[in-house]
């Protein structure tokens, strides 16, 4: 869980460490939020274990890219790996794949734009925000006039970096295909020369040795230039292996910069000018008969595709709005989904009892609502507790679907927040904006204040500091317990006599998990089977058996129960769902040797006996007897820490849950 006392730099090391070290790392990037790993084998990372750590919020496998969410403080984090590695593939580039770039078509394209991008969408940002406040104050406050010098001035501080956008990104896409980057800028330096630009204008045949060229717009413009730079990287590196070393250095940018120019003017930027004008005539002809719908579709599920990267493919089609049309209508439901999952955030904060929770949804709900920055509330407060995220789905839907009506859109490209709704000022019906805004706030909120949280998160602390009718001397599985222990609730958690707790309500459960078996704790990186030690069932911990007595970890029902008695899964009334495994392969013994005391559909207590077993009968056939409990929803939770490297009596305090 994010913290404001996290050492950033540390935190970025310590990542560097668990994802396997340099040597495993083709590339890093780094978004708003997110560090992004190119990494070589996604397998070595122990995500399990970067997940714990305080400031990451959360991992994310998509797009073909590892992806550790750590907020607003990403930086400090990356700059960190930077300092220490030799990384050379350049800042906030994504290489592409040593080993032949992996993934789906869909993976890599994406994975391509984000890291083309990724260098400049702060700054991009910023210069929208320009443009936000000039229409702020020339159409809804005038206090500038358009004709001004000074209008004149700020417009062109505004305007300047979108402008030249394709020798921006020629740099960044250069990096991202390990080219010559003054040479990609002097390709992109061509396209928007007067001489191309006013060619275009005048819309007079064009002729290239008697070849006719269809001229195209590349002020502003995105995918020409990548394309371009793509095929820069086929030549390239061909050209430096055949050319002698004595012409190499002059030669190969001569015939790249001439072959590449003069095949994007004549081939790629006519084609991509009008491919790109069928996408997003694609993706906005549904506002003509019924703009509602669209909004409704990009306001309900811009936050999903910000989730699994999609963002990066349509971004560049809403800034090719912006450079053909002055607007982009697929900009007009935004705001709605940014402030709807920013309300559902502040309403689990204003809502939840649970001090750790509320500290990370009260500051990242507030910066979002004025950056326009998400992530990191969506992936650690609305989407494990799950019922927020879908009611911020339903209010930015909504909302959408009012500010389409009015034919809202940007004439910025801007991070969607309050601060830059100026920027829908000049297009659509700007009132509809507002409403729609407000909608989705009114919306988001209520639902997640009335409906949102599970009552274990609302139950107000004093009410939970309620003594018990225990023994505190024993524990609920009838054995006398240490001096130094005590009994902390009715599901029979252990603890030292000297900690401090708070007592669940009479009939309420913990999340918390009690150790399954008595014995030595350890991580479940110690256990030798893959499929738990990689913590791809989910984070827990394992126990090294000094007896054959297996008790349930948790309250709750029995909801599988195998014939075979090695395996039981428990769900509790408080959302955690526990496998306890027997053994490893001990499937394999068809239950010989082990006693079932329960069985599917029973309800069990915490403490309860599941299950006896003959530890000489597992070791005469050649299995480890350890008994593993696992979390399978551990993604629900924003901190599962198990206390390992001790030795536990069953019904001691095992393993720590908190939302």
Request: charged letters at 15%; zero cysteines; hydrophobic letters at 50%.
């Given at each position: 869980?994010?913290?404001?006392?996290?050492?950033?730099?540390?935190?970025?090391?310590?990542?560097?460490?668990?994802?396997?070290?340099e040597?495993?790392?083709?590339?890093?990037?780094?978004c708003?939020?997110?560090?992004?790993?190119?990494?070589r084998?996604?397998?070595l990372?122990?995500?399990?274990?970067i997940?714990?750590?305080?400031?990451?919020?959360?991992v994310?496998?998509s797009?073909?890219?590892?992806?550790?969410?750590?907020g607003n403080?990403?930086?400090?984090?990356?700059?960190?790996?930077?300092?220490?590695?030799?990384?050379?593939a350049?800042?906030?580039?994504?290489?592409?794949?040593?080993?032949?770039?992996?993934?789906?078509p869909?993976?890599?394209?994406?994975?391509?734009i984000?890291?083309?991008?990724?260098?400049?969408?702060?700054?991009?940002?910023?210069?929208?925000?320009?443009?936000?406040?000039?229409a702020?104050?020339?159409v809804?406050?005038?206090?500038?006039d358009?004709?001004?010098?000074?209008y004149?001035?700020?417009a062109?501080?505004?305007?300047?970096?979108?402008?030249?956008l394709p020798?921006?990104?020629?740099?960044?896409?250069?990096k991202?295909?390990?080219?010559?980057?003054?040479?990609?800028?002097?390709?992109?330096?061509?396209?928007?020369t007067?001489?191309?630009?006013?060619?275009?204008e005048?819309?007079?045949?064009?002729?290239?040795?008697?070849?006719?060229v269809?001229?195209?717009p590349?002020?502003?413009?995105?995918?020409?230039?990548?394309?371009?730079v793509w095929?820069q990287?086929?030549?390239?590196?061909?050209?430096?292996?055949?050319?002698?070393?004595?012409?190499?250095n002059?030669?190969?940018?001569?015939?790249?910069v001439?072959?590449?120019?003069?095949?994007?003017?004549?081939?790629?930027?006519?084609?991509?000018?009008?491919?790109?004008?069928?996408v997003?005539?694609?993706?906005?002809?549904?506002w003509?008969p019924?703009?509602?719908?669209?909004?409704?579709?990009?306001?309900?599920?811009?936050?999903?595709?910000v989730?699994?990267?999609?963002?990066?493919?349509?971004?560049?089609?809403?800034?090719?709005?912006?450079?053909?049309?002055g607007?982009?209508?697929?900009?007009?439901?935004?705001?709605s989904a940014?402030v709807?999952q920013c309300?559902t955030?502040?309403?689990?904060?204003?809502?939840?009892?649970d001090?750790?929770?509320r500290?990370?949804?009260?500051?990242?709900?507030?910066?979002?609502?004025?950056?326009g920055v998400t992530?990191?509330?969506v992936?650690?407060?609305n989407?494990?507790?799950k019922?927020?995220?879908?009611?911020?789905?339903?209010?930015?839907a909504?909302?959408?679907?009012?500010?389409?009506?009015?034919?809202s859109?940007?004439?910025?490209?801007?991070f969607?927040?309050?601060?830059?709704?100026?920027?829908?000022?000049?297009?659509?019906n700007?009132?509809?904006?507002?409403v729609?805004?407000?909608?989705a706030?009114?919306?988001?909120?209520?639902l997640?204040?009335?409906?949102?949280?599970?009552?274990?998160?609302?139950?107000a602390?004093?009410?939970?500091?309620?003594?018990?009718?225990?023994?505190p001397?024993?524990?609920?599985?009838?054995?006398?317990l240490?001096a130094?222990?005590?009994?902390?609730d009715?599901?029979a958690q252990?603890?030292?006599?000297?900690a401090?707790?708070?007592?669940?309500a009479?009939?309420a459960?913990?999340?918390?998990?009690?150790?399954?078996?008595?014995?030595?704790?350890?991580?479940l990186?110690?256990v030798?089977d893959?499929?738990?030690?990689?913590?791809?069932m989910?984070?827990?911990?394992?126990?090294?058996p000094?007896?054959?007595?297996?008790y349930?970890?948790?309250?709750?029902?029995?909801?599988?129960?195998?014939?075979s008695?090695?395996?039981?899964?428990?769900k509790?009334?408080?959302?955690?769902?526990?496998?306890?495994?027997?053994?490893?392969?001990?499937?394999?013994?068809n239950?010989?040797?082990?006693?079932?005391?329960?069985?599917?559909?029973?309800?069990?207590?915490?403490?309860?006996?599941?299950?006896?077993?003959?530890?000489?009968?597992?070791?005469?056939?050649?299995?480890?007897?350890?008994?593993?409990?696992i979390?399978?929803?551990?993604?629900?939770?924003?901190?599962?820490?198990?206390?390992?490297d001790k030795?536990l009596?069953?019904g001691?305090?095992?393993?720590?849950?908190?939302?």
């Open positions: 869980m994010a913290s404001t006392k996290v050492d950033y730099a540390a935190l970025g090391t310590k990542v560097l460490e668990l994802v396997g070290g040597k495993n790392i083709n590339s890093l990037a780094h708003a939020t997110r560090l992004r790993f190119n990494l084998d996604r397998d990372a122990q995500t399990a274990e997940e714990k750590l305080d400031g990451v919020i959360t994310m496998k797009a073909g890219l590892y992806q550790v969410v750590i403080n990403v930086v400090s984090a990356y700059d960190a790996i930077m300092a220490r590695t030799s990384l050379g350049g800042e906030g580039s994504v290489a592409a794949d040593e080993e032949g770039n992996k993934g789906s869909l993976n890599r394209f994406i994975a391509m984000s890291g083309v991008f990724s260098p400049v969408v702060w700054t991009l940002a910023a210069v929208g925000l320009i443009k936000a406040f000039l702020l104050f020339t809804g406050i005038p206090l500038l358009t004709e001004s010098q000074t004149l001035i700020l062109a501080l505004g305007d300047g970096l979108m402008f030249f020798i921006v990104l020629s740099v960044s896409a250069a991202h295909f390990k080219v010559n980057y003054a040479s990609s800028m002097a390709i992109a330096a061509f396209l928007q007067t001489t191309i630009s006013g060619m275009y005048a819309g007079d045949p064009v002729h290239l040795f008697g070849i006719p269809v001229m195209a590349y002020s502003y413009s995105v995918f020409p230039i990548i394309v371009a095929f990287s086929l030549i390239e590196p061909r050209l430096n292996k055949v050319l002698p070393s004595w012409m190499r002059f030669m190969t940018p001569t015939i790249v001439l072959v590449v120019g003069l095949l994007t003017l004549t081939v790629i930027g006519p084609i991509i000018n009008f491919a790109t004008g069928l997003a005539g694609a993706l906005t002809w549904i003509g019924a703009p509602w719908l669209g909004g409704a579709i990009m306001g309900g599920f811009w936050q999903v595709f989730m699994f990267g999609l963002h990066w493919g349509i971004s560049p089609i809403m800034l090719e709005e912006l450079a053909k049309n607007y982009s209508l697929l900009f007009g439901p935004l705001p940014v709807a309300a955030s502040l309403a689990v904060a204003l809502r939840t009892k001090k750790k929770l500290d990370l949804a009260l500051p990242t709900s507030i910066s979002a609502f004025f950056s992530e990191p509330l992936y650690g407060v989407l494990p507790l019922r927020p995220f879908i009611f911020g789905i339903a209010g930015g909504i909302g959408g679907a009012i500010a389409a009506s009015g034919g859109a940007a004439t910025a490209n801007v969607s927040s309050l601060l830059t709704l100026p920027a829908f000022l000049e297009k659509g700007f009132a509809l904006q507002l729609g805004v407000a909608t706030i009114i919306i988001g909120f209520t997640t204040y009335f409906f949102g949280m599970p009552k274990a998160q609302i139950a602390e004093e009410d939970r500091k309620t003594s018990l009718d225990v023994d001397n024993k524990s609920v599985l009838g054995e006398s240490p130094d222990k005590k009994v902390v009715a599901d252990v603890v030292p006599a000297n401090t707790v708070i007592l669940p009479e009939g459960h913990t999340t918390d998990l009690v150790a399954a078996a008595s014995g030595e704790s350890m991580a990186s110690q030798n893959p499929v738990f030690s990689s913590g791809a989910g984070q827990g911990v394992a126990i090294k000094v007896d054959g007595n297996v349930a970890p948790i309250s709750g029902k029995v909801v599988t129960a195998l014939d008695g090695h395996a039981y899964g428990i509790s009334d408080t959302g955690v769902e526990v496998l306890v495994h027997v053994g490893v392969d001990t499937v394999a013994m239950g010989e040797g082990f006693t079932m005391h329960v069985h599917k559909g029973d309800a069990v207590q915490s403490g309860q006996p599941l299950v006896t077993f003959d530890r000489d009968a597992v070791a005469v056939a050649g299995y480890q007897d350890t008994v593993i409990t979390i399978t929803n551990s993604g629900s939770f924003s901190t599962i820490q198990p206390l390992t030795n009596t069953a001691e305090l095992a393993v720590i849950v908190e939302r």
